[in-house]
């Protein structure tokens, strides 16, 4: 069965403490990995597409990497306004349109 | 550019009323989704139109329908919103079917008492 699992489902960092979100799927023949940030009352807005092992995409303070079963985001001294909900996603095995989506780690940086 | 455009952003219904949320791209893009989001459940697909001109059932059609009114817009129908229907709904947008990244919209508070 496809499925995306995230963890920590909550995690709480004080600012600069770098730490790493994971994101593992189980889909046959990957056709991409998203990863996509969601502020409260906002929709997900989207960051990084990975497509194959050992890739690797940077954006600020945000580094996502991908392996055949996981995908890492990590967050270097990271700010207050890095709070927010990342959420990743799979195409499904069928290919039939189905973006199947993590339920997410909510991220806290506290000053 | 507005990227992905939505209305209602707040709707209460009562049980058994309907409405339709609408929804509208500007960055040219094929392919456009309905998703539902709700606490523990994470977001899930309802319908998508990979192309204008078609539309498939996601993972919870039931009690939706929807419309692919043109290249830009999408539109998703309550025929006889029920309680079980209270949800935070998302369009979104993506280039081409699937395996790219797609963009959301603000999303649209709906709540059925």
């Known amino acids: 069965e496809d499925q995306v699992t995230q963890s920590p489902e909550a995690l709480r960092l004080q600012e600069g403490e770098s730490s790493s979100l994971n994101c593992s799927y189980t889909?046959?023949?990957?056709?991409?990995l998203f990863w996509y940030r969601q502020d409260p009352g906002k929709g997900p807005e989207f960051l990084f597409t990975?497509?194959?092992a050992g890739e690797e995409k940077e954006k600020e303070r945000l580094k996502a990497t991908l392996t055949k079963k996981e995908s890492f985001l990590h967050i270097t001294a990271p700010k207050p306004e890095d709070s927010a909900t990342y959420l990743c996603?799979?195409?499904?095995?069928?290919?039939?349109?189905?973006?199947?989506f993590g339920q997410g780690t909510t991220l806290q940086v506290k000053p | 550019n507005a990227g992905v455009t939505q209305t209602p952003k707040f709707q209460v219904l009562k049980t058994g009323q309907s409405m339709t949320l609408q929804c509208a791209q500007d960055?040219?893009?094929?392919?456009m989704y309905w998703y539902r989001q709700d606490p523990g459940m994470g977001l899930r697909l309802i319908y998508y139109?990979?192309?204008?001109?078609?539309?498939d059932k996601g993972e919870v059609p039931n009690g939706y329908n929807v419309s692919r009114l043109n290249k830009r817009e999408f539109s998703l129908r309550l025929e006889s919103a029920a309680p079980s229907q209270t949800s935070v709904y998302f369009c979104?947008?993506?280039?081409?079917?699937?395996?790219?990244?797609?963009?959301f919209g603000q999303g649209t508070r709906l709540t059925v008492v």
């Open positions: 996603a799979v195409p499904n095995s069928g290919n039939t349109g189905k973006l199947i």
């Open positions: 960055m040219n893009h094929n392919s």
């Open positions: 889909v046959s023949g990957l056709r991409g």
């Open positions: 990975l497509y194959s």
């Open positions: 139109s990979a192309s204008e001109g078609t539309t």
């Open positions: 979104a947008s993506s280039e081409i079917w699937q395996n790219t990244e797609a963009f």
